[in-house]
Structure formats: C-alpha cells, structure tokens
C-alpha cells in the first residue's frame, strides 16, 4: 500500500466543510494558485509519509466526526495512495469531501492518473484554482467565486458537474 505524503492534519475542523471533520492536508500540488493560503504545501518533497491506516487510526478514534476533508496541496496529486483511505472512510459511513484546484471535468477526463477512481468515493468536491481576483471571506467552504461546491454522486450519474443545492454545504 502506497503511502501519503502528509503537510499536516486537523482533528476537529469547521472550516473545511459542514459539521466536525478530519481534515487531511496532503504535501505537493501543482496549481500554484497566486494567494493561496496553503503555499507551504507546495513542494512535492517528501515530508511526513503515512499510510492509510495510520491515517484511518487517527479518524476513528473521534465518534463526533461528520466527515473527513481531504486538502492540501493537492489532493488528486496522490489520488492512488488516497483510495485505500477513501475505501475506509466510506466504509466508516463518514462523508467524504475534497477540494481541488483542478475542475471535475478534468479529474474525471483520465488527464490525472487515478482521480476518478479517488472521485467515486467523494461525495463532495469543492473544485477549481483559487483566483485572488474573485476571493471573498463571505463566501461558505470555498475561497473565491469560481469554486463551485460539487454533488459527485449526482454528477457521475449525469455525467456533468452538478451543484449542491439545499443542503447544509451552502446553507447559511
């Protein structure tokens, strides 16, 4: 089992999706987004090597949590190590979201090795670059305009992006 290249993790997160999360922030990510708030987690060299059931340890100990986060860097950058975590995750009945600099388009295209194998356990994405130009601090889970907040299960099935609606990721 490939291991995860690890920038940091957080126990009980708020801000990176609905409820209490695990948020995993993933070292390494090609996008380099002018602004970004996670620059530290750019470079792809190695910094903290787990595997998936060091990581799932970690998830399970909490019986409050809503869901798990995956962040970064970039997620879908280590979609092959990532899926033995998605498998468990999903199998702990949690949610699971991702953010990604890269647009559902793209992650289901085949372009990057392993992310719609990774994107079929997700049940949210939170996709596109971050633009400084379109950032706002009012906006929920997501840091510029052009970010939308994705239903993957429903997207899949349709075969394009489709938008949460009514539910407790873009409610205020």
């Given at each position: 089992m490939k291991k995860i290249n690890v920038s940091g993790t957080v126990g009980e997160s708020i801000t990176d999706g609905?409820?209490?999360?695990?948020?995993?922030?993933?070292?390494?990510?090609?996008?380099?987004?002018?602004g970004c708030h996670n620059a530290h987690t750019w470079d792809f060299t190695e910094k903290t090597l787990m595997s998936p059931d060091e990581i799932f340890e970690k998830i399970s100990k909490n019986p409050i949590l809503d869901g798990v986060t995956l962040s970064g860097g970039e997620p879908f950058s280590q979609a092959e190590a990532l899926i033995p975590l998605a498998k468990m995750i999903k199998g702990?009945?949690?949610?699971?979201?991702?953010?990604?600099?890269?647009?559902?388009?793209?992650?289901?295209?085949g372009e990057v090795p392993f992310a719609a194998e990774l994107l079929?356990?997700?049940?949210?994405?939170?996709?596109?670059?971050?633009v400084l130009k379109e950032r706002s601090l009012e906006l929920k889970f997501k840091g510029s305009h052009n970010q939308r907040i994705i239903d993957v299960k429903a997207s899949l099935a349709k075969g394009e992006a489709v938008l949460m609606e009514g539910n407790r990721w873009n409610k205020d």
């Open positions: 609905p409820g209490f999360r695990f948020t995993l922030f993933v070292q390494g990510c090609p996008h380099h987004c002018e702990a009945g949690l949610e699971l979201a991702a953010y990604s600099g890269y647009t559902f388009e793209r992650l289901i295209s079929s356990y997700c049940d949210v994405l939170v996709d596109g670059p971050f």
